[in-house]
DNA sequence: GTCTATAAGCGGATAGAC
DNA sequence: GTCTATCCGCTTATAGAC
């Protein structure tokens, strides 16, 4: 994965980065900075919201990051390190449905976990992903081949249901992440959200009948 | 449909709304503001972008529309009328693969036709759905609680494979919406979209595998 | 109804003391 | 590294002529 680990190290632009304070508060600065821009998207966020979030002022994250932009593409990169590993990491070893099972039910246990980094991604997305479409473009697109190419064999060996395999992967994408970007429909209707394991196990059989074709 | 017959009059809250001209340029200025918001949010859009994408100058957009927020409502309004239309009519008369066939069919091609809805609807539920939360818990929720039953007699009758309701209609909205909504990760991945008639089909061949369980 | 000019305020970014 | 005070551009919204 070139990308993720490419992207991982350049967290504090500004400055050397060599002290034990500074490094704490950049988490912390990238924690409330998630939270504030998947929210209100970069425009709307507002530098003095991610401030007091983090418990230090304007000019003090400022000195972390010189510009709000910088924040963003920051936070942008840690989001997309931990968003592409379950895909990744797919295991290509054990039988297909076992493998597929378990990316399915890893996407939907980030969802639950981090709804705040899918709602990111969603918003850049939709922006037309003026950030991020290098990266979709080259090194999610050799991602999703290679793992385009597995389902493939899988289907040939009849353990899946013949199908597109790129239309299944945005399947399991469009499924999983609708319980954490569009939470706030889902709460509306049903009172409730992935954080009730009953819920969550609903959420999982109805995605996996549709993966598998059986349950 | 209560909510969007109720939603649709107040296009224009600032004036008498006699005019002929003035009707038009409403329109007019609906629309630019659905392309404007849909791109960049509530907060990230200028009233100079809507104004000139309409034709007109800023002061004379204020004209119509008193304020920003004013406008944003008057669009999402207009778009949750429109978005509503396909759960409200499929078809409860007619054999239960017809009614759904029918209406991921129409969903898709919503997706296709009119994108920058589906994406502004996206953002306002990302971002909680502070406007439209009470259209969702009310209206919204009895539609999709009927449909539900509707559905689930279906199951019952043998027509369609058992699984919750409520978490099918999440997956046809999740896969049809994605389309749309992530519209530049799947061009990025694949080269094509909605509108290539080929890539259209094969979408709609995926998700209704997945929720009729067999093409 | 439509415009030009302008007011008013917000918010990102900087200066500079500690 | 962290703060207070402040600058300045940008954007909404208004005033008022045509």
Chains 1, 2 share one sequence.
Do not use: C
């Not at 060599?18 to 990238?30: C, F, P, S, Y």
């Not at 954080?195 to 959420?203: K, N, T, Y």
Request: proline share 4%; no cysteine; charged share 25%.
């Amino acid at each position: 994965m070139g990308a993720a680990n490419r992207l991982a190290e350049l967290a504090s632009p500004g400055h050397t980065g060599k002290t034990r304070g500074g490094e704490a508060n950049i988490e912390r600065i990238l924690d409330a900075a998630l939270a504030v821009f998947a929210m209100d998207g970069f425009a709307g966020a507002r530098i003095d919201a991610i401030a007091e979030r983090a418990g230090l002022s304007k000019p003090n994250l400022l000195y972390y990051f010189r510009t709000k932009a910088d924040l963003y593409l920051a936070v942008l990169r840690r989001t997309l390190d931990m968003w592409l590993v379950p895909l990744a990491e797919m295991d290509t070893q054990s039988d297909p449905v076992a493998a597929l099972t378990g990316y399915v039910t890893r996407k939907l246990e980030y969802a639950r976990d981090f709804p705040e980094a899918s709602r990111l991604f969603a918003m850049e997305v939709m922006r037309g992903a003026p950030i991020l479409h290098t990266i979709l473009e080259n090194d999610l697109k050799r991602l999703v081949t290679s793992r385009a190419a597995l389902l493939a064999q899988w289907m040939d060996a009849g353990h899946l249901p013949r199908r597109d395999p790129k239309h299944l992967l945005f399947l399991i994408w469009a499924t999983t992440q609708h319980y954490a970007d569009f939470a706030a429909q889902v709460k509306a209707l049903t009172g409730q959200s992935l954080d009730d394991p009953g819920f969550f196990g609903e959420a999982r059989r109805a995605v996996l009948l549709a993966v598998l074709g059986r349950s």
